[in-house]
């Protein structure tokens, strides 16, 4: 199992760290570990993947520049950390474990794991 939290309601401009534990068992050194979000009424987004080996594919478009992800396999966790936040950043934010890593993009329906979410606004 994958478990987010960090979520929370935040200003425009603000910033937050998410993470993402791998429980039950689940070791993501295993795995290239991938950030989604889906804002209200719209499918899942693409955010940035991380492989075991150092490599990184940040592929969405919106947020290249704001967000970055990161991982700590020593703690079973990874990150992301999210900057100067807009109000279209709002949404669902989920992690995903998958054994196939692509500089392309770690697509959502190629995760062998998947979080519940935990959920972010930005709002004044």
């Known amino acids: 199992q994958l478990v987010e939290s960090g979520g929370d309601l935040v200003q425009p401009g603000g910033s937050l760290r998410l993470s993402c534990v791998g429980s039950?068992?689940?070791?993501?050194?295993?795995?290239?570990i991938a950030w989604f979000r889906q804002a209200p009424g719209q499918d899942p987004e693409g955010i940035s993947c991380?492989?075991?080996?150092?490599?990184?594919?940040n592929y969405g478009d919106s947020v290249k520049g704001r967000f970055s992800i990161s991982r700590e396999d020593t703690k079973n966790t990874a990150y992301l950390q999210m900057n100067n936040l807009k109000p279209e950043d709002t949404g669902i934010y989920y992690c995903?474990?998958?054994?196939?890593?692509?500089?392309?993009?770690?697509?959502?329906?190629?995760?062998?794991?998947r979080g519940k979410g935990t959920p972010v606004t930005v709002s004044s």
């Open positions: 995903g474990a998958t054994r196939i890593y692509s500089d392309n993009g770690c697509g959502w329906y190629s995760m062998n794991y």
């Open positions: 039950g068992g689940l070791m993501i050194d295993s795995y290239a």
């Open positions: 991380a492989d075991n080996r150092g490599n990184v594919a």
